[in-house]
């Protein structure tokens, strides 16, 4: 019988509609992890279901779920609970973590009780991959106040004691259970729609700074409205080597002991960021900083000839139209590109928005907005842009480039104010000049000599028209 | 915007630089530091409307600026470099000294012992020696003469011009074909025009009496000061890599702009379109 109800299960509810909460864990980034799964394979809580391996078994707690997926998975339906009576399973997947895997009808188990029930569902030497959420990731940590979704019917996730907090204290509760890490990923921006997975060992290594900013910045504007673009905290985070301790999720390739050989081949080896458009060869991340940082370096230290010589050299490269965050300059000054190239307008664009709204303070006086600073970037690589060829401004900014605007938007009211007083004096002063030259005039065609002169010249200027 | 970017005929330099008719140069959306300046980079007299972009020399005074409480601005540079750039030296040969004995503005008066400081500077300088005087000490005839009597050549560059009105254009030409036919470049006190003759290839030298300015104002530390600061231009002798290297920086020749970015930046693109 397919779904099969094992007790628990949650008759008129879906996780996978996104109505009630945040939707299944989904994302392309996260396809070759599944992709790899081998064995008997168990996928726990709510996962996008065009990404998984078809001869995988779902536990789905909903029963709309379960009735929807019954005829392309076998579906098992209803909490954790009563996993451990049926026979362990090579591979358990439970990308979305733990928190979604229980029902109403149960009382909210903790974080270990949870961990111990999944766990007990695989066999020794069986792999498990585990996602997490960070209740301190960068998501949290720049995201407004949220209304809670019908899913949050006991919300104790980031209270409960239970739970390992941090990067390092989940990792230590996995060697706890007995459990041997082989790889650890972040995912951002989001753990549910995670963009990018990248191994946070990778984020340690200084000389790939620029390719993991790159990849970091490549994830996409955030789609909620947000204090601050998370995209800037996370080119930071990596700076300070924070970026693992703050990523918004990550994911845990284990394996149960005994563990396997090294030699097996194991999901996860298919490195995720190597998917990405632009990457060369596999899990090999090329080193060099990035263009952006390169130019904000330089902008910062107002160092203008190094930035003029920059701006030059990418502008009137094949990489034009390679937004900066996303183009490498290796040690050997190549210029590496790690996303597809659009136009050169729109590219330097996107620089001027992320030095306007990153909050440097940069060195040009008084630009009127990113097309304003557009215009003077490529006047500094020797160029003139047709002003009508710059792409206008990306919407929905965060709430600190609001408040931001709204300060700039005051001073220049200011600044205006003061130039529009400065041009009523210049016309009286101009009016009075103009008034003194006429009575000068006047005072002159009175007298004879000053008339036969002016008639002279009445006369000239009449020859000369015709 | 202000008069003053049109003095000694700025403006024009940079609109030849630009590609724009040299003759009647478009207003400037900025104040253009307009002499060497030990402050902001502005004329203390300046007046100063907030918010509008101060476009200076060097980096050292748009930091100095910055300190100060200036945030709109940018180094372009000081247009004598763009005409440098405009007008490479041909190579003449060059003799004897141009000397700048230190002026006061309109309005101001110099104290200090004009007798003694030719006695120096005919003791020191080694070659033909020409004097050259702000107009209104060489409209002057009693300070013309002495010069004179001394045996020195005497010019004058010119009128720097004022309130729109009676601009030179070629006031930096001429100053710099004087220059360039000159080996030393002196005065009694560090000024744009010691910058000036040294980046047109002339040796520096400041010496003697600095005199008195009346009414001088000592809010950044006046005289005392700048010989402190930059001990490398001062001396009948100075060494010649350290000063050039100092003069290239105060005029910030490292760092000129393309012209398409001085377009922008003076706000001139729409004109030149």
Known sequence: MNPRLIGGEMLLWSDLDGAHGPGPVRGDALAPLLDAVTGRTLVAGPHDPELLPGDATLLLRGLVDAERLADRFPVLCGGPGKLAAGPPWDTVVALDGLDRLGSAEDPQLPWNEAFEQLLAALRPGGTLLLGMENFLGLHRLVALPGAPSDSDWTPVAAYDETRPAGLAAVRARLHAAGLTISRTYVAFPSPVTPAVLLEADLLADRDRRGYVEAVLSGAGAPVDDVLTDPRRLAIDAVRHGMAADLAPGWIFVAHKSPAPAPSDAQPGDTRPADTRPGDNAAGDAPSGRTLEDLLLCAAIERDLPALRTLLAAWQSSPEAGVPAGQLLVTPDRRHLPLAPAGTPEAALHAFAVAVLSGGFAHPWPAPAGPADLTRTLAAMAGAELDPAAIPAQPPRPSLRDLLADRDRLTRELAQARARHDFYERTIADRDLALRQARQINALLSTTKPARALLATARWTVRRIRH | ?273
């Open chain 2, 1 to 273: 915007m202000h008069h003053a970017n049109h003095y000694y005929g700025h403006s024009h330099v940079l609109a030849r630089y630009c590609g724009l008719p040299g003759a009647d140069p478009p207003r400037i959306r900025g104040y253009l530091q307009h002499g060497w300046n030990i402050g902001d980079g502005l004329a203390a007299d300046h007046e100063f409307v907030d918010g509008t972009p101060v476009l200076l020399w060097s980096e050292r005074t748009r930091r100095r600026a910055w300190s100060l409480g200036r945030r709109e601005t940018y180094v372009v540079g000081a247009p004598w470099a763009y005409l440098l750039e405009m007008q490479p030296d041909p190579g003449a040969e060059r003799e004897g000294t141009i000397w700048y004995p230190f002026h006061g503005w309109e309005g101001q008066h110099v104290l200090g012992d004009h007798g003694r400081l030719i006695d120096q500077i005919t003791a020191t300088e080694p070659g033909p020696v020409t004097v050259c005087l702000y107009w209104q000490e060489f409209r002057d005839q009693a300070v013309r003469r002495r010069y004179l009597e001394a045996g020195f050549r005497v010019i004058c560059h010119g009128y720097r011009g004022g309130q729109w009105q009676d601009l030179d254009p070629q006031f930096l030409d001429r100053q710099l074909a004087e220059q360039r036919r000159h080996r030393r470049v002196a005065s009694n006190r560090l000024c744009s025009a010691i910058f000036y003759g040294a980046l047109a290839g002339c040796e520096p030298a400041v010496y003697g009496d600095p005199m008195t300015l009346e009414n001088e104002s000592m809010t950044y530390g006046g005289q005392a000061r700048i010989r402190r600061q930059w001990p490398e231009l001062h001396g009948e002798q100075v060494e010649l890599a350290a000063a050039r290297a100092t003069v290239t920086a105060e005029l910030g020749a490292d760092r000129l702009l393309p012209a398409a970015e001085l377009r922008r930046v003076l706000g001139w693109q729409a004109v030149a379109r």
